[in-house]
């Protein structure tokens, strides 16, 4: 068997463990919490992932990406021998594992600790001195604990664990350690839930569209005031990027103001959604999905911060009229049944209501100065469904300006006052 021990760091939270052992999961069904550390048998997935070195630094950029920080990992054929060397400072690298063993002090065997005082009494420094003392006297004077844990280590005794499992929804709560009075610094506590909710879609491959943050307020709350509240925070794309959850999360919580101080925070998740693993290009382009993703993160915080209808994207719709073939809405907007494509290009812009132009003696158009045809006409009739004024029979050109760039332009046909050349819209 191939055992790998991961540790955190020692400030990390008791979360960032359980996150740690659902970011294993993603590697290995056999997954266990071994006092600090989280062991994983690995051997059956090596293969799978190219190795243990490859297995062992995509689980680092995972971590990385969950917002875990690793502390000391260790390598060995049983599940304590690992934890025993990740706590050593400077474990051997080569020999036989009892050889290995032997050499390590005491302190990293949590059995062996606990007799620390006593042992040093009788001589003992090290491992290898320990087994050297007769089995029958420690067993009499220290229990059987100490030499179950020694004999577990050395591989001499079958180990058994408690194996992890993922929970079938994300659904996490944590006590506040303080009373709250200000949404922002709720931040601070909800990372702690984020890392484990990144975690917990890395080991299902999969990632949200959406996701839930409530609190309750505290106990001593007015009468007048509900038992807590909730955001519901929505991104454009799924994703399980920590960074980007954090600071969509920070923008609705700067806006949010609390009735009364928070005792208890949850995060939840009512969807999973599987994220595509996408592959890497070796230049960028505008299929780029990493640039894809950054677009859509910036538009998420701007919406939030200046207001939904403040952030708007155009969508073609079916119309016989240029102008009412696209409508800018809300972003992001729901998906649109396909359509047909425009006969023509969409100017960026449009003047509503258009404008109307001069012309000159041969009466060609006028916009600071002369104008240079491009395309067109492309004649349009329709409209005559809503009336005199939904009726439309225009030729539509394409124009360039020296100064002005390129500008949508149309000659309206109706025998009327209407009459004449008009600028209905600019390209960017």
């Given at each position: 068997?191939?055992?790998?021990?991961?540790?955190?760091?020692?400030?990390?939270?008791?979360?960032?463990?359980?996150?740690?052992?659902w970011?294993?999961?993603g590697?290995?069904p056999?997954?266990?919490?071994l006092?600090?550390?989280?062991?994983?048998?690995v051997?059956?997935?090596?293969?799978?992932?190219?190795?243990?070195?490859?297995?062992?630094?995509?689980?680092?950029?995972?971590?990385?990406?969950?917002?875990?920080?690793?502390?000391?990992?260790?390598?060995?054929?049983?599940?304590?021998?690992?934890?025993?060397?990740?706590?050593?400072?400077?474990?051997?690298?080569?020999g036989?594992?009892?050889?290995?063993?032997?050499a390590?002090?005491?302190?990293?065997?949590?059995?062996?600790?606990?007799?620390?005082?006593?042992?040093?009494?009788?001589?003992?420094?090290?491992?290898?001195?320990?087994?050297?003392?007769?089995?029958?006297?420690?067993?009499?004077?220290?229990?059987p604990a100490?030499?179950?844990?020694?004999?577990?280590?050395?591989?001499?005794?079958?180990?058994?664990?408690?194996?992890?499992?993922?929970?079938?929804?994300f659904?996490?709560?944590?006590?506040?350690?303080?009373?709250?009075?200000?949404?922002?610094?709720?931040?601070h506590?909800?990372?702690?839930?984020?890392?484990?909710?990144?975690?917990?879609?890395?080991?299902?491959?999969?990632?949200?569209?959406?996701?839930?943050?409530?609190?309750?307020?505290?106990?001593?709350?007015?009468?007048?005031?509900?038992?807590?509240?909730?955001?519901?925070?929505?991104?454009?794309?799924?994703?399980?990027?920590?960074?980007?959850?954090?600071?969509?999360?920070?923008?609705?919580?700067?806006?949010?103001?609390?009735?009364?101080?928070?005792?208890?925070?949850?995060?939840?998740?009512?969807?999973?959604?599987?994220?595509?693993?996408?592959?890497?290009?070796?230049?960028?382009?505008?299929?780029?999905?990493?640039?894809?993703?950054?677009?859509?993160?910036?538009?998420?915080?701007?919406?939030?911060?200046l207001?939904?209808?403040?952030?708007?994207?155009?969508r073609?719709?079916?119309?016989?009229?240029?102008?009412?073939?696209?409508?800018?809405?809300?972003?992001?907007?729901?998906?649109?049944?396909?359509?047909?494509?425009?006969?023509?290009?969409?100017?960026?812009?449009?003047?509503?209501?258009?404008?109307?132009?001069?012309?000159d003696?041969?009466?060609?158009?006028?916009?600071?100065g002369?104008?240079?045809r491009?395309?067109?006409?492309?004649?349009?009739?329709?409209?005559?469904?809503?009336?005199?004024?939904?009726?439309?029979?225009?030729?539509?050109?394409?124009?360039?300006?020296?100064?002005?760039?390129?500008?949508?332009?149309?000659?309206?046909?109706?025998?009327?006052?209407?009459?004449?050349?008009?600028?209905?819209?600019?390209?960017?």
């Amino acid at each position: 068997m191939r055992w790998l021990a991961l540790c955190c760091t020692p400030e990390a939270p008791d979360g960032d463990r359980d996150a740690l052992g659902w970011l294993a999961l993603g590697f290995t069904p056999r997954v266990a919490r071994l006092e600090e550390a989280v062991v994983a048998e690995v051997s059956a997935s090596l293969r799978l992932f190219g190795g243990a070195r490859a297995l062992r630094r995509r689980l680092q950029d995972q971590a990385a990406q969950a917002g875990l920080t690793l502390g000391a990992q260790a390598w060995a054929p049983t599940a304590r021998a690992a934890l025993a060397l990740a706590r050593c400072p400077a474990p051997p690298r080569s020999g036989r594992l009892s050889e290995r063993l032997d050499a390590l002090p005491l302190s990293v065997l949590s059995a062996a600790q606990a007799h620390h005082a006593m042992l040093a009494r009788l001589g003992c420094q090290r491992l290898g001195e320990l087994r050297g003392l007769p089995r029958a006297a420690l067993a009499k004077r220290f229990g059987p604990a100490l030499l179950n844990a020694l004999d577990q280590a050395y591989g001499e005794q079958p180990e058994a664990h408690d194996w992890l499992t993922l929970p079938e929804r994300f659904d996490v709560r944590l006590e506040l350690p303080w009373r709250v009075e200000h949404a922002p610094v709720l931040l601070h506590f909800a990372e702690l839930l984020l890392r484990q909710l990144c975690a917990f879609l890395a080991a299902r491959h999969a990632g949200v569209r959406a996701l839930r943050m409530s609190w309750q307020h505290d106990a001593m709350r007015p009468r007048d005031v509900a038992d807590g509240g909730e955001l519901n925070i929505a991104t454009a794309d799924t994703t399980r990027d920590l960074r980007r959850l954090s600071r969509l999360l920070a923008e609705h919580l700067a806006r949010t103001t609390l009735a009364a101080p928070a005792g208890e925070i949850r995060l939840g998740v009512d969807a999973l959604l599987p994220l595509e693993e996408a592959s890497s290009s070796l230049l960028p382009g505008p299929g780029d999905p990493q640039q894809r993703t950054t677009t859509n993160a910036l538009l998420e915080r701007l919406s939030v911060r200046l207001g939904a209808d403040r952030v708007r994207e155009g969508r073609l719709h079916e119309d016989h009229r240029l102008d009412h073939m696209q409508s800018w809405r809300p972003w992001p907007a729901p998906p649109a049944a396909p359509t047909r494509r425009p006969p023509g290009p969409q100017p960026t812009w449009l003047f509503d209501p258009p404008q109307p132009l001069r012309c000159d003696a041969q009466e060609q158009p006028l916009y600071a100065g002369p104008l240079a045809r491009i395309s067109g006409p492309h004649r349009i009739e329709a409209g005559w469904w809503q009336g005199r004024h939904g009726l439309q029979t225009r030729d539509y050109f394409v124009y360039r300006s020296a100064t002005r760039g390129l500008l949508w332009l149309y000659h309206e046909r109706l025998p009327t006052t209407e009459s004449g050349w008009f600028l209905h819209g600019v390209f960017a």
